[in-house]
């Protein structure tokens, strides 16, 4: 694959752009909605793009999912699993994706997917990786973030062990995932909504000239990987007992530091943030993540190094 830090790489024929993993993330949904009416805005030369709706049946009711996460769904035991009909809806819905896009781990899979996605949190644009191996994606983002300069478009890195999940995207050869917010579930703003479109036509605009043989130098990228989860203060029956602090919410990504404020108990106590050095948090009061025990994640910035690319 490599040699004098050079990576090579297939073209990038096959690509698909999911809306609807989420089925009340209007952004991702109402842009896909819009493509399959009329993709021209999406088709690039030499590429194949696919907008596709990922839960129609949680798009129809305008909630995240009906019986399970689907973007925590495609995991091996999920895709290999028999049961037809009387496995839950997404995970049924995980299979036939895969059928589709996949096999995930496969030289048959899609080359990428973007996999579109609103947050209530104060997260403004935020690239979602899930390797920091995958030059190709590296790149991108790259070319991206300058693009929309002096716009601001943020590299998440998740690859902890214990932290990171299988998603929807996880199907393709280079999954991407788009974060862009706030905005409340169920909700369509047009800052937003723009904000996702232009990414995505630099995105598409970055595939193109790979596949018309353009050679990337190596660069580097700003990444916050993610680091910890944590939770809201609980009581000994597990009910909230305090609310992020003032001073944090809307702070996305912004330093939390030993001794910071961090949660606001209902009688007006201050809980502070106890780590060993600063931390950048994100996804802060996430409207989605209180099921799943999260008030935040803590990342730690660092400076991931690309290869250069070029096609094969």
Aim: hydrophobic residues 35%; contains cysteine.
């Amino acid at each position: 694959m490599s040699y004098n830090n050079s990576a090579c790489f297939n073209e990038a024929r096959r690509v698909a752009i999911f809306g609807g993993t989420h089925g009340n993330e209007m952004s991702g949904v109402t842009l896909v909605n819009l493509w399959v009416k009329n993709s021209a805005e999406i088709q690039r030369k030499g590429v194949e793009t696919k907008p596709f709706i990922t839960n129609p049946k949680a798009v129809e009711k305008c909630t995240r999912y009906v019986d399970t996460d689907l973007n925590r769904a495609f995991t091996s035991e999920n895709l290999s699993a028999s049961g037809g009909d009387d496995q839950p809806y997404e995970v049924q819905r995980a299979q036939e994706i895969n059928g589709i896009f996949g096999p995930k781990g496969s030289p048959e899979a899609y080359d990428v997917i973007f996999d579109l996605h609103n947050t209530t949190s104060n997260m403004g644009c935020t690239l979602i990786l899930e390797s920091s191996k995958d030059h190709f994606n590296l790149q991108m983002m790259n070319y991206i973030k300058k693009a929309i300069a002096p716009g601001s478009c943020l590299v998440l890195l998740n690859e902890h062990p214990l932290l990171k999940y299988s998603t929807s995207r996880s199907v393709a050869k280079h999954p991407v995932g788009l974060e862009v917010g706030p905005q409340p579930q169920g909700v369509l703003r047009s800052n937003i909504f723009e904000a996702m479109r232009v990414i995505l036509k630099h995105a598409l605009d970055f595939i193109e000239l790979f596949n018309e043989g353009m050679e990337f130098p190596p660069c580097t990228v700003e990444a916050f990987r993610v680091s910890e989860r944590i939770d809201y203060p609980r009581d000994a029956n597990g009910n909230i007992i305090a609310m992020v602090h003032p001073n944090l919410q809307d702070c996305d990504w912004e330093p939390l530091n030993p001794g910071d404020p961090m949660f606001q108990t209902f009688d007006g106590k201050t809980i502070r943030y106890q780590g060993s050095g600063t931390v950048y948090p994100t996804f802060i009061n996430e409207a989605a993540y209180y099921e799943k025990q999260q008030a935040f994640v803590t990342t730690r910035r660092e400076t991931l190094v690309a290869s250069s690319i070029r096609k094969a």
